[in-house]
C-alpha cells in the first residue's frame, strides 16, 4: 500500500478526536483539507495501480526530468484520440532503420542489467528486443527501474528508434532489428501468472535437448492450459493454430460459394433426437422436451427439399457422448454441405475433392508462416493431397494384403484399420487425402441410399485426412416410401421422424452431402495428437469451462 | 392398386390351393412363373409410382412410338453418368432461340387443352413456359395426358427447343422465350399439397386489388406456412429473403477480414448464465448443470485477452424469453465482433460504420435482383444510409423538441420513442440508419465501462436501422478490480463471474465490440413486418418444429 492510501485509510478510520487543536477552526480546515488531498492522491495512485498486487513502481518520482517519459496510464477510458499511430511488430523491419515507432504489446521477457534494460516485446506471433541505458539525456535511471519492473504479460506502449544490431536477435521474430526505447508507459498490468508463457510455448524437443544435457525446463500439462486457456491461447503455436482454423473456414465458404452454394443457417433447438442412436443433450424448451442437434442432418436435406439447391452450414454440433479420446469432443464445429444431384453422388465428390484441394493448396501457400509456427513447437510434415476415390471393398482388399487378412468386409473399418489403410495408400499413391466410397449399407444411417446394383452396400463415402476420418457423406434417401422402408428396416420408430419423412413428399430433388468436423482438420493437416489443441474452449466429458 | 400389385397381392396371399392344375408340375411351374412376372411388375411399378397418391399416368403406353419421350425415370441412385448437361432456367433467353435445351425444374402449373399443354416450369426464382402440342411427330396424344397429369411441385426433367414468342410470356420471370417440349420425364412426384405454392408467394396488394373486382384470391397463414416450411421456402419472396440473409452474413466477413479481424468458434454450452437477468435454457451436462450460452460475450471478450486482436463470431444465441413479439427469436444467429481499441471507441463504431456501409452497398447492388423478388410479394423501399453518430442526450432532445417532453432522460429508450426517432432522424438526416451513443450507464449491463467525464453514462451505443435497434454494443470494463466494483453495484453474485473476471488480471488490451441479430437486420433492411420470415425454421415460445 502507497503512503497516500495509508494517510488517506487513518484519515476514512479515525474517529472524532481529542486532540487540542480540534476546537482550533484553522486547524480543523487544513487537517480537513490535508485529508482531502490525500483522499484524492490515494484515489489518483489506486487508478493507476489497477490490478497489481506486489508493491512495485508504477509512476516516475516528481523530480525526474524525464518522468513524461514512463509511468502507467490512467485506465484507457474513452478520454479522447490523440491521432496517434501504432506500428505492428511484425512490420518491424531494417528498412526502418532510424525511425521512431510506437508500439502496443506485451511484455514477454524482461532483464536489467546495472543502468540498462532489456525487454522482449510480444504481439501474438511476433516478438522484438527494446533496449534501455540511462544515460539521463533520453532515459533515466528511475525509467529503466520503472521498465525492468513491469510484470511479465503487461501491456505496454512503448516509443522508440528502431535500429539495425550488430548480430541478429536470437529468439525474436524480428531478428534484423531493435527498438530503442524513448518512452514506456503501461496499459494494463499483469498480476502473478498461473504458468509461464514461455514454459506454455516450449517443444517436446527442445526440452529432451535440455534433457540430454542435464537441464529440467519446465512444461505445461494440458489441464493446467486449459483452465487458464485465455492465457495458454497467447502462446504463438496456438495464435497460429486459431488463424489456420480462421483460414479453413474461410477457404471453406469461399470454395463453395464459388460453387453456387449458399449459407444456411439451421435451429440447434429441435424437437426430437436428430439421429436415431447417438447420445442427445435433453433440455426443457417452454415446458415441451427438446433436445440439442447432433448435425443439420435433417434441416440441410430440408433446404434441398426447399429448392435452395447447394447449401452449406457452419455452426455447433452437439453429442453427448462419454467419448474420452483424443478426437471426439462433445460440442464441435460442422462444416456440413448439402447438394441437388442429377444423377450421382460422385456429383458431390467432385465438390468435396475441390474443396479440400482448395484448403490444402490455401494452407500451404498463404498461411505458410502460420504452419511454420506451428511447427515450431509441434513439428509436423505439410501433407500431401491427391485426388484418390477407392471403393470399400478396394480398401479391404489392401488391407487384407497388407496383414490385416481376417477384416470383416462388411463391417465398419475401426482406429487402427483406418491408419493402416492410410500409411498403405500414402505408400502406393503418395497422398495423405483420399475419399473412400461405396460403404456396405448395414454400417452406415438409414437415410443413406442403397446402391442401385447391390443393395448391401450404398452410395456413401468417408473422407481421410493421414488416415483418419474427416467427413462422412452419402447420397441420400429422396423418396419417402423407400426412406419408410429403410426406417423400419434400422428399427426407426417412425413417429419420431414423421416431418422429415413428410418433407420429401411433395417433390424432392436426389440429392447428397458431407459432413466436415471443423477441429480434426486442422487436427488433421497439421499433425497435432489432441483435437482440444484445436477447440479454442473445448467440451469433453470432464470439462464445461471456461 | 394397379392391375399389376393386385396379381402380385393375390399371388402372395394365396393359400395351398384344391385346383386340380397344382398337381400338373407344368402347370404349376407356369403359375409360378406368371406369379413372379407378376411380382416384378409390380416391384418396378411401385418403383415408378414412389409418392403418388392418385391413380396418374405415370408411363407411356407400350404401343406409342415416341414412348422414349416422356415416362417416369427409375429412382436417381447413382445407376451412371450420361454426361448430359442441365441448363438453368435463369439462362434461358432470346440468345438460345432455336436451341434445344435440357431444364430440370418443377412442375409450377399445368393447364391441358385439347391436344396441347401448357405447363410453367419453376426453378427457384425463375420461371418458364413450355408447350406440348400432340402431332404425333415429336409429341404423342399419350405424352401430352402424362404432362397434364404430372402433379404441381413433382421435379422434372424437359427437354426442348427455345423459341421467342409473338408477345412476351406474361406471370413468367424468363417473358421473351418459351421451350417447346421433345421430351418429359417425371425425377420426383408431388403428392396433394397443403397448400398451393401460387397462394403463399400472392402479395397483399394483388388480394386487395382482386378483392376490389370481387374476386376472392387465397392467401396462406402465418402458421400453415411454418409448419410446411420446406414447400413456404419455395416460393421466389423466401428464396430472396435467403440469398439476402447468405449476402449479408458474408458481406459481415469478407469486410471484417478485410479489417483484420478472424472468425472464431466459441462454445454454446457453458457452465453458468453468460449474463446475468435474462432467462438461459438449463440442461444437464453428463451431470453437471449447464445452460446455453445467450451470446458469446464473455468468450469473445476472452479471445481479446488471448490476443486475438480483432475477432468475430456467426453462431447460434439462445433466449429462453417468453417474448412473443414481431421482433424476438428464442434462437437467432448473433453476428458478434470484438476488438482491441488503442483509446477510444469510436473506434469499433469507425468498423460498424464501415460493415454497415458495406452491407447496404453491396445488397442494393449486387442483390438487386433479389431485393426485387421480395418486393414483389413485400414491396417496401431500399433504406438510405449516412453515416450518422448522435449521443443519447441529442436523441432524448431530439425527442421531447419532437412531440414526446416527458422523456426520462436517463431512461432507456421503448420501441415506440425508438422508431419515432428513427422517424426524425430520417426527415432531419435523410437516413434510415444511425448510432446513438453515450447512454446512461444504468440502462447497460455492468461490464459496460463508464464515461470518464460522468459515471452516469457509459462508452456504449446502439445502432438503428428505420428506427429499429439491431446492434448493441460498448466498450468494455477491462479492469479486473472496476468490473468486480460494478458488479457489485449491480447486484452480480461474484462467484458466478469469477473466471471471466480472473482473465482481465494478466494484461488485457482495452476494447470494445457489438453484437448484431441476423435475421433482424434483413427484416429491417427490407421493411419485413415479422422475424419469422427471415429466419429460416424459426424457433419462439410457441414453436419448435419443424
Not at 489456420?244 to 449459407?263: R, Y
Not at 429448392?307 to 460442422?334: K, N, Q, W
Request: net charge negative.
Amino acid at each position: 500500500m502507497s503512503e497516500a492510501e495509508v494517510a488517506a485509510l487513518s484519515v476514512e478510520d479515525s474517529q472524532p478526536s481529542l486532540d487540542p487543536d480540534a476546537k482550533n477552526p484553522n486547524a480543523k480546515k487544513a487537517a480537513k483539507e490535508a485529508a482531502k488531498a490525500a483522499k484524492e492522491a490515494a484515489k489518483a495512485e489506486r487508478t493507476q495501480q489497477r490490478g497489481v498486487k506486489a508493491a512495485v513502481m508504477t509512476q516516475p518520482d516528481a523530480d525526474d526530468p524525464l518522468r513524461e517519459q514512463y509511468g502507467d496510464y490512467p485506465l484507457v477510458q474513452s478520454q479522447g484520440q490523440s491521432g496517434r499511430v501504432w506500428t505492428r511488430v511484425d512490420a518491424l523491419n531494417s528498412e526502418l532503420n532510424g525511425q521512431k515507432v510506437l508500439i502496443r504489446g506485451r511484455i514477454h521477457t524482461t532483464r536489467g542489467k546495472g543502468k540498462s534494460a532489456f525487454l522482449v516485446l510480444r504481439q501474438r506471433t511476433a516478438t522484438v528486443q527494446a533496449l534501455l541505458f540511462a544515460d539521463e539525456q533520453v532515459v533515466s535511471k528511475g525509467m529503466v527501474k520503472y521498465a525492468t519492473q513491469v510484470t511479465k504479460e503487461s501491456i505496454v506502449d512503448v516509443e522508440g528508434i528502431i535500429k539495425v544490431p550488430e548480430k541478429p536477435v536470437e529468439g525474436c521474430s524480428q531478428k534484423d532489428v531493435e527498438l530503442h526505447v524513448t518512452l514506456i508507459r503501461v496499459v494494463s498490468r499483469a498480476a502473478i501468472l498461473p504458468f509461464e508463457l514461455v514454459d506454455a510455448g516450449r517443444s517436446e524437443e527442445e526440452v529432451k535437448a535440455a534433457a540430454e544435457r542435464g537441464e529440467v525446463l519446465s512444461t505445461v500439462g494440458q489441464d493446467l492450459r486449459l483452465d487458464n486457456r485465455f492465457l495458454d491461447l497467447r502462446t504463438p503455436a496456438n495464435q497460429a493454430i486459431f488463424r489456420l482454423q480462421s483460414a479453413v473456414g474461410q477457404i471453406f465458404k469461399s470454395t463453395l460459394l464459388g460453387e453456387g452454394f449458399q449459407e444456411i443457417h439451421t435451429p440447434k433447438l429441435i424437437a426430437g433426437a436428430s439421429e436415431g442412436g447417438a447420445a442427445v443433450f435433453r433440455l426443457d424448451y417452454m415446458g415441451t422436451p427438446a433436445c440439442l442437434a447432433q448435425s443439420p442432418q435433417l434441416y440441410k436435406q430440408m433446404a434441398i427439399c426447399a429448392d435452395f439447391d447447394r447449401v452449406f452450414e457452419i455452426g455447433p454440433v452437439f453429442r453427448a457422448e462419454f467419448s474420452y479420446t483424443h478426437r471426439h469432443l462433445c460440442e464441435f464445429m460442422g462444416l456440413d454441405l448439402e447438394m441437388a444431384i442429377n444423377e450421382h453422388y460422385f456429383e458431390v465428390l467432385d465438390v468435396v475433392e475441390k474443396l479440400f484441394g482448395a484448403i490444402f493448396d490455401g494452407l500451404a501457400t498463404t498461411y505458410a508462416k502460420e504452419l511454420a509456427v506451428v511447427g515450431q513447437q509441434y513439428p509436423f510434415e505439410v501433407p500431401t493431397f491427391k485426388p484418390l476415390r477407392l471403393t470399400f471393398p478396394e480398401g479391404i482388399a489392401m488391407l487384407q494384403q497388407g496383414g490385416f487378412p481376417d477384416v470383416d468386409p462388411m463391417g465398419d473399418l475401426n482406429t487402427e484399420l483406418e491408419r493402416a489403410l492410410g500409411r498403405m495408400v500414402k505408400e502406393k499413391y503418395g497422398t495423405d487425402f483420399f475419399i473412400l466410397h461405396r460403404y456396405p449399407s448395414v454400417v452406415r444411417p438409414f437415410y443413406t441410399m442403397p446402391c442401385s446394383d447391390d443393395a448391401n452396400y450404398s452410395n456413401s463415402y468417408d473422407v481421410f485426412i493421414r488416415g483418419e476420418e474427416i467427413i462422412s457423406g452419402a447420397q441420400r434417401v429422396h423418396d419417402a416410401d423407400l426412406l419408410v422402408e429403410r426406417a423400419n428396416a434400422c428399427g426407426i420408430p417412425l413417429d419420431t421422424i414423421q416431418s422429415y419423412i413428410d418433407s420429401f413428399k411433395y417433390g424432392a430433388p436426389p440429392h447428397g452431402g458431407a459432413g466436415v468436423g471443423l477441429e480434426r482438420v486442422v487436427m488433421l493437416y497439421c499433425g497435432l495428437n489432441n483435437i482440444r489443441k484445436t477447440s479454442m474452449f473445448p467440451r469433453d466429458p470432464k470439462r464445461l469451462t471456461p
